[in-house]
C-alpha cells in the first residue's frame, strides 16, 4: 500500500537542513516499524508541494536514502521501501516528548490492580488450551455468520446499519429476545423491559452504578466471578463475601441491611454448583424480608447436555425485585460483546440513559447481524452443535481426570463448558499454570475468584470448549506430572 503524504510534517523545532531533517523522518518511520517493507513512499512532487519546500530538496534526500538502501527506485513507479531497510517486527513509535505529569496525583480514580487476570492473547498457539469462555472455529458457523452480516449490509437495512439508535435499540433482536430466548428460560418481559448491552459485564458496571454506592450494601458469593468484584470495588459499596456450598448461595448468611445480592444460581461460577428450587424460593424471600434487590447473571444456560437448566430465578419473581443478566457473547464468541438486561420498567429506562451518556447504543449492525442469525434458525443449529460438542468432551476430560488421580471440586449439574479443580493443599496454582505453560498447557488459576482476606490458592479451572478432544488426554497427563513435580 501507498504510505499517505498526510503523514509528514516538518518540526518546526528541528536542527539541520530540510534534506537532512526529511532524511531523519523517513528513515525513523523505517527503524520504528510504521512503514513497511514495499510500501510506496509519496512522489517528490507530492511531498514538496505538502511540505511547502523545493522538490530537489526532497529529490536529494530521497537520494541518499535510496544510497543507503534504506528505499529503492523502481523506475517511473517511484519510490519503495526496500527489502534490506532494517524494519522491526512491530511498530514501536519514537517518544516525541517527556511526560511531566505526576498521574498519581492527577488521576481522581484508579481502575488497575483487580482480581481479574489477563489470560494469555495467544492462547490458541497453545497445544493444550484449557482455557475458558473462548470460540472453537471448528464449531463456529463462520459461512452463515458472513451471510447475515452481508445482509445487514444491504440497502433493506441501511437505516440499522447508519442509524443514532441514541438510547434504543435494534427491534428485531429485541422481539427476538423477548419472543424466543426469555421465555426458554420461563421469563416474560416487554421491550420496555429489556436493555442490551456489550455483553454481561457491561451490564453488570451499568447495575453497580444505578444500585449501589459507598452507603449501600451488596452480597456477593465467594468464589465469585472476578470481573463482578472489581466492577463493585469501584462503586464502594460495601462488599459482604458470602462462601457458597455445594447448592450455591445460602440464603441464611445474606447480612442485614443487604441492598443487592448477586447471584448466579443456575451454574454457579466458577464451582458451577446448580441452586436447587426449594433454595431459589427461600432467596426470594430473604431478599424480599430486606427489601434488597437481587441481580441474576444467567451465564451458559444454553449449554446443558446432562439434564434440562433450571428455571431462572427472575421467571419466579412476583414483585419485580431480580434484574436479570444474559448474554450471547459466551454461547457464539466472546468478542461480539453483545449481551442483555431485563428488569422492570423503572429500572431500565435509567439504565437505558446511562447507557446513552455513556456509549449511545451498541453498534447497529452488529445488533442487526446478530438477529438474522438468531431468527433465521442458525443459531439453534450453533446451540445444538457445539452441546453435542460438549458433551463428548465432558467425558473424555472426566475420564481422563480419572486416569490421572486428579480432583474435580464442582461438574454442574447440567453441563456446561468447565469444571471446578481442587489440586492438593500444598500446591499454588498459580505457580502450577506458570509451569504448565512450558508444556504447551493453559489452565486458570483460582485464587482470583476468592475473597482476597481468605484466598484459596489449590483451586483451578479447566475449560474444554476450545480444545480438541484428543488433545484433552495429553494435556491432563501434563498437569499430574507437573503437580507431581510441586
Known amino acids: 500500500m501507498a504510505i499517505s503524504v498526510e503523514t ?4 518546526p523545532d528541528a536542527q539541520g537542513t530540510l534534506q537532512a531533517q526529511i532524511q531523519q523522518m ?12 514495499g510500501e510506496k513512499l509519496p512522489s517528490s512532487r507530492k511531498l514538496a508541494a505538502h511540505l511547502g519546500i523545493s522538490r530537489i530538496t526532497v529529490t536529494l534526500a530521497y537520494t541518499e536514502l535510496l544510497a543507503n538502501d534504506y528505499i529503492t527506485s523502481r523506475g517511473r513507479s517511484g519510490y519503495y521501501v526496500s527489502e534490506n531497510a532494517p524494519i522491526p517486527p512491530t511498530y514501536t513509535p519514537t517518544a516525541r516528548s517527556q511526560d511531566n505529569v505526576d498521574w498519581n496525583r492527577a488521576l481522581a480514580r484508579t481502575f ?8 494469555p492473547q495467544n492462547w490458541n498457539t497453545f497445544k493444550y488450551p484449557f482455557i475458558y469462555g473462548q470460540a472453537d472455529p471448528t464449531l463456529f458457523d463462520h459461512a452463515n455468520w458472513r451471510l447475515c452480516a452481508l445482509r445487514a449490509l444491504g440497502h433493506k437495512d441501511f437505516t440499522s446499519l447508519t442509524t443514532d439508535y441514541y438510547d434504543q435499540d435494534d427491534p428485531l433482536l429485541i422481539e427476538y429476545i423477548a419472543r424466543h430466548t426469555l421465555p426458554r428460560r420461563g421469563i416474560s418481559a416487554r421491550p420496555e423491559e429489556i436493555l442490551i448491552t456489550l455483553g454481561a459485564q457491561n451490564a453488570l458496571w451499568l447495575i453497580a452504578q444505578l444500585l449501589l454506592n459507598p452507603r449501600r450494601s451488596a452480597a456477593i458469593e465467594d468464589p465469585c466471578y472476578h470481573a463482578l468484584r472489581d466492577v463493585l470495588s469501584h462503586s464502594r459499596c460495601h462488599l459482604a463475601p458470602l462462601k457458597v456450598d455445594r447448592d450455591g448461595l445460602p440464603p441464611d448468611m445474606v447480612p442485614n441491611g443487604t441492598d443487592v445480592i448477586f447471584t448466579t444460581p443456575s451454574h454457579q461460577a466458577p464451582t458451577t454448583a446448580t441452586m436447587p428450587l426449594d433454595r431459589r424460593k427461600a432467596l426470594l424471600k430473604r431478599a424480599r424480608d430486606l427489601d434488597a434487590l437481587i441481580v441474576e447473571d444467567d451465564y451458559e444456560f444454553e449449554m446443558a447436555f446432562l439434564a434440562p437448566p433450571s428455571p431462572a430465578l427472575k421467571s419466579l419473581d412476583e414483585d419485580g425485585r431480580v434484574v436479570y443478566v444474559g448474554s450471547f457473547s459466551k454461547s457464539l464468541f466472546p468478542g461480539l460483546r453483545l449481551g442483555y438486561l431485563v428488569g422492570s420498567e423503572p429500572f431500565i429506562r435509567q439504565a437505558r440513559a446511562l447507557r446513552a451518556n455513556l456509549l449511545r447504543h451498541p453498534p447497529g449492525h452488529v445488533q442487526r447481524t446478530a ?3 438468531l431468527s433465521l434458525g442458525h443459531y439453534d443449529a450453533q446451540i445444538r452443535r457445539t452441546v453435542t460438542a460438549l458433551h463428548e468432551r465432558r467425558q473424555t476430560i472426566e475420564d481422563a481426570i480419572a ?8 461438574r454442574g449439574v447440567y453441563g456446561g463448558s468447565s469444571l471446578w479443580m481442587r489440586a492438593p493443599d500444598y500446591v499454588d496454582t498459580q505457580q502450577l499454570a506458570q509451569n504448565l505453560l512450558a508444556d504447551g498447557v493453559v489452565i486458570e488459576p483460582g485464587a482470583p475468584f476468592f475473597d482476597k482476606h481468605d484466598r484459596k490458592r489449590n483451586f483451578y479451572r479447566l475449560a474444554y470448549s476450545s480444545i480438541a478432544p484428543t488433545r484433552i488426554e495429553p494435556g491432563i497427563q501434563r498437569i499430574a506430572a507437573r503437580m507431581g513435580e510441586l
Do not use: C, M
Open 8 to 11: 509528514f510534517f516538518l518540526n
Open 371 to 373: 438477529a438474522y442469525f
Open 26 to 37: 523517513i528513515a525513523e518511520g523505517i527503524l520504528s516499524g510504521r512503514f513497511h517493507v
Open 112 to 119: 488497575t490492580g483487580g482480581d481479574t487476570p489477563q489470560k
Open 403 to 410: 486416569q490421572h488421580d486428579l480432583q474435580i471440586a464442582g
